[in-house]
């Protein structure tokens, strides 16, 4: 079957949570590779220090890159880990490029970059992941459809709150202030140094002053 959608928001991708709830959904994705797989711990301890839920969309290179991190965080009960894919590419059954990196080729490949890291996290953390999102957050409808016939939903983001990790502290937290009831923001832990955990630690009183609570995906996604 050949595609009809591309991009960050086709059918079958969930960009926010359904509800009216002034609940917001914080995901942290960890890329992996060269340049990608470090772990910004400060953001971390942000986290836990605030109790604040997260959902936490780990690629394999940097699961592999950091057994006993992820074997820690998947642990601790404030956060969900979840699927940010095996290689860190767009989900395409053509070969459809995001941001200069290229897309999985076909239905195959598709299937193996959801499925290949599924069975890396169910082995690493004892639990099948249950949410996916693809390097670039980029899809075509049919990839997207693969995607959940594996058993995984394709979740992307309402609020981008980090423009992959380039933003400073002040703008993370602007990004982060503008959420509505049920959005769901994205940002990295995969780049200390950034402005992400700054950004993220001074947004989050805020937020809850203005009468929000935090939510990870599994609490209002089936």
């Given at each position: 079957?050949?595609?009809?959608?591309?991009?960050?928001?086709?059918?079958?991708?969930?960009?926010?949570?359904?509800?009216?709830?002034?609940?917001?959904?914080?995901?942290?994705?960890?890329?992996?590779?060269?340049?990608?797989?470090?772990?910004?711990?400060?953001?971390?301890?942000?986290?836990?220090?605030?109790?604040?839920?997260?959902?936490?969309?780990?690629?394999?290179?940097?699961?592999?890159?950091?057994?006993?991190?992820?074997?820690?965080?998947?642990?601790?009960?404030?956060?969900?880990?979840?699927?940010?894919?095996?290689?860190?590419?767009?989900?395409?059954?053509?070969?459809?490029?995001?941001?200069?990196?290229?897309?999985?080729?076909?239905?195959?490949?598709?299937?193996?970059?959801?499925?290949?890291?599924?069975?890396?996290?169910?082995?690493?953390?004892?639990?099948?992941?249950?949410?996916?999102?693809?390097?670039?957050?980029?899809?075509?409808?049919?990839?997207?459809?693969?995607?959940?016939?594996?058993?995984?939903?394709?979740?992307?983001?309402?609020?981008?709150?980090?423009?992959?990790?380039?933003?400073?502290?002040?703008?993370?937290a602007a990004a982060l202030e503008s959420a509505t009831p049920g959005s769901i923001v994205l940002c990295h832990m995969n780049q200390p140094g950034c402005g992400t955990a700054q950004g993220v630690a001074t947004a989050l009183p805020r937020l809850a002053r203005a009468g929000f609570r935090f939510v990870r995906l599994s609490d209002y996604?089936?």
């Amino acid at each position: 079957m050949a595609p009809v959608a591309w991009g960050l928001d086709v059918p079958g991708v969930v960009n926010r949570l359904p509800t009216q709830d002034r609940v917001v959904a914080l995901t942290f994705d960890a890329c992996g590779g060269g340049r990608g797989s470090g772990y910004d711990a400060a953001l971390v301890d942000t986290l836990r220090a605030t109790r604040t839920p997260a959902t936490l969309f780990l690629n394999e290179r940097w699961v592999r890159a950091h057994p006993e991190i992820t074997a820690e965080l998947a642990g601790e009960p404030l956060f969900e880990i979840a699927n940010h894919g095996t290689a860190h590419r767009p989900l395409s059954v053509t070969g459809r490029s995001a941001y200069g990196i290229p897309g999985t080729a076909s239905a195959g490949e598709v299937y193996d970059e959801v499925s290949g890291n599924r069975r890396t996290l169910t082995g690493a953390t004892g639990v099948a992941p249950r949410f996916f999102r693809s390097g670039t957050a980029h899809y075509d409808d049919v990839a997207v459809r693969i995607a959940g016939d594996v058993g995984e939903t394709v979740v992307n983001f309402d609020v981008n709150g980090d423009a992959g990790a380039t933003l400073t502290p002040h703008g993370v937290a602007a990004a982060l202030e503008s959420a509505t009831p049920g959005s769901i923001v994205l940002c990295h832990m995969n780049q200390p140094g950034c402005g992400t955990a700054q950004g993220v630690a001074t947004a989050l009183p805020r937020l809850a002053r203005a009468g929000f609570r935090f939510v990870r995906l599994s609490d209002y996604l089936a």
